[in-house]
Structure formats: C-alpha cells, structure tokens
T-cell receptor
Framework: AQSVTQPDIHITVSEGASLELRCNYS??????LFWYVQSPGQGLQLLLK??????LVQGIKGFEAEFKRSQSSFNLRKPSVHWSDAAEYFC??????????FGAGTQVVVTP | NAGVTQTPKFQVLKTGQSMTLQCAQD?????MYWYRQDPGMGLRLIYY???????DKGEVPNGYNVSRLNKREFSLRLESAAPSQTSVYFC?????????????FGNGTRLTVT
C-alpha cells in the first residue's frame, strides 16, 4: 500500500538557521511529489512539486526539495528561515487520478 | 482572484443535525475534492469529482454525501452529524485533474459536533 511518512511531528528552529523537513514515501513507481504549507487558519498552499527530470526542484518562498529514488525520500530545505515560515508543512504523493496521499504534517516553530 | 471559496468558516452542530458545506471555485477547474483534516492524520479524501456530473468515493466517505451542482460548485452534506465528524473540512480543485495536477485549497470549514 502507498504511504507517506513525515518522521518529525514538530521542529523548532532559530530564525536565520537552516531547515530540513523529511518525507519518505512508499510507492511502486516514481510518484508525483508535492510539498504544501499551511499557515494557521488557512488552506494549504503549494510550495513545490516534482514529476521527473532534475531531482532538485525549486519552489516559492526560497524552499527547495531533493528527490532521492534510492532512499524513497523527498526532503524539503530552506537555507535561512524567517519568522514567517512558522507553519505546518505537508508532503504529498499523487499516484493515480485523484488519489493524493498526505503525510501527517510537520509543525515548524521559529524562535527569535 | 478568489480561488476556492468555502462557506461557512465555522459551524457547531448537535449530534443528529444535518448541514451542507458549500464550495465554489472560479478557476474553471474540472476536478474538485473534499478532504477532512484531523490532528496527526494529515488530510484524508472524502469524495471527489473528476468532472461536472461525476462523483466518486475517497478514503473516508461514510456519513457524507456530495453534489457536483455545476462546474463551479461542489457541496458536502452531513445527513446526521456525529461527534466523529468533528474536523476541519477542506475543498480543493485542480485542472485538468489527475496525478500531476496540484490541488488548490479553500481556507477550510471548522466543524464541531457536540
């Protein structure tokens, strides 16, 4: 069965420090991979997506993610976080029509 | 540019009451979805509609019904609300639909069933 795992429920990071959020998936073929961000009281906003090609993809708000087939991972990174990056982040896999599988989410807290 | 609009934003129901959550999108998208979000569980698909006139069950359809009223609107109905349906509900749309099309989300409806 397909699955998406975000091992970290909660991460605290200092403003200006780097951030890496982990995502592992289980799927028979190369899936379509997404990262979304959810600010409090808001819906989910697409940060970036990977379908094929270059395994390092750039997204909005200075985020990037790297697809590693050998590790079944799609980790999200940002070199220097801002207080406005405090939010919940969701990794998602789409493996067939209409079937998006979301991870449980990682809550990011940014400290001064 | 409104995108995906959900109403109401908040709702409190008593067990057994019914209600309809409304969703409309102005992006001319073919596909629309209803998800529920519960702590520690991410988002789970309730129902989706690939195109106007079609609907299909998702992962957690029990206790819900949907109507794709037209291309813009996709409503979710709870006929007899239960405390287990306390959740945040998100409507989403995509175009042309399918695995490669990102979802566009509304801001959610927070539902409490007492």
């Amino acid at each position: 069965a397909q699955s998406v795992t975000q091992p970290d429920i909660h991460i605290t990071v200092s403003e200006g420090a780097s951030l890496e959020l982990r995502c592992n998936y289980s799927y028979g073929a190369t899936p379509y991979l997404f990262w979304y961000v959810q600010s409090p009281g808001q819906g989910l906003q697409l940060l970036l997506k990977y379908f094929s090609g270059d395994t390092l993809v750039q997204g909005i708000k200075g985020f990037e993610a790297e697809f590693k087939r050998s590790q079944s991972s799609f980790n999200l990174r940002k070199p220097s976080v801002h207080w406005s990056d405090a939010a919940e982040y969701f990794c998602a896999v789409a493996h067939s029509w209409g079937k998006f599988q979301f991870g449980a989410g990682t809550q990011v807290v940014v400290t001064p | 540019n409104a995108g995906v609009t959900q109403t109401p934003k908040f709702q409190v129901l008593k067990t057994g009451q019914s209600m309809t959550l409304q969703c409309a999108q102005d992006m001319n998208h073919n596909s629309m979805y209803w998800y529920r979000q519960d702590p520690g569980m991410g988002l789970r698909l309730i129902y989706y509609s690939a195109s106007e006139g079609t609907t299909d069950k998702g992962e957690v359809p029990n206790g819900y019904n949907v109507s794709r009223l037209n291309k813009r609107e996709f409503s979710l109905r709870l006929e007899s609300a239960a405390p287990s349906q306390t959740s945040v509900y998100f409507c989403a749309s995509s175009d042309p639909g399918g695995a490669s099309s990102p979802l566009h989300f509304g801001n959610g409806t927070r539902l409490t069933v007492t």
